[in-house]
């Protein structure tokens, strides 16, 4: 199937408004929002990944974070520094609003297309809720982990 079919269909949903845009951590990076691998390695050294000297852990979170097992590296942190979930989310959260910078230019990354598409809804992975400083509504993003 050609790339002009998939437009087309894709055109249709959207004048349908059958579209869902779904958001990765990629759209970010334009924002200086560090990746994941980048993420993790400040974690370990906040943390003190070090201070477990009997076990080389430096070398486990590099090995997962090389293959690009960002979950299995975020265990260590919770299997050998007890660490919870709730610490790495803070720190996380903490370290992306910090990174986070809205003065780059619209031509720089895709958020403010998406806000003149003015979708229904959009799912996103994001912890930086950068896209609310571009989108026209009053909707407050929902965690999908709270829907039963």
């Not at 986070?100 to 895709?110: D, F, Q, R, V, Y």
């Not at 571009?134 to 993003?141: D, R, T, V």
Request: proline residues 3%.
């Amino acid at each position: 199937m050609s790339n002009r079919v998939y437009i087309n269909s894709l055109r249709k949903l959207y004048h349908e408004g059958n579209l869902v845009p779904f958001i990765g951590a990629g759209l970010s990076v334009a924002f200086r929002v560090p990746d994941w691998g980048c993420l993790i390695r400040d974690m370990a050294i906040a943390m003190d990944i070090n201070s477990k000297e009997e076990l080389p852990l430096n070398t486990l979170l590099e090995f997962h974070l090389n293959k690009y097992e960002y979950w299995e590296a975020v265990d260590i942190f919770k299997k050998y520094l007890g660490r919870s979930e709730q610490d790495i989310q803070e720190y996380i959260v903490d370290k992306v609003n910090k990174s986070i910078n809205l003065s780059i230019a619209n031509a720089e990354h895709n958020y403010a297309d998406l806000g003149n598409m003015n979708f229904t809804n959009y799912i996103t992975t994001n912890y930086d809720h950068i896209l609310n400083n571009f989108i026209k509504s009053n909707l407050i993003p929902v965690n999908l982990t709270d829907i039963k």
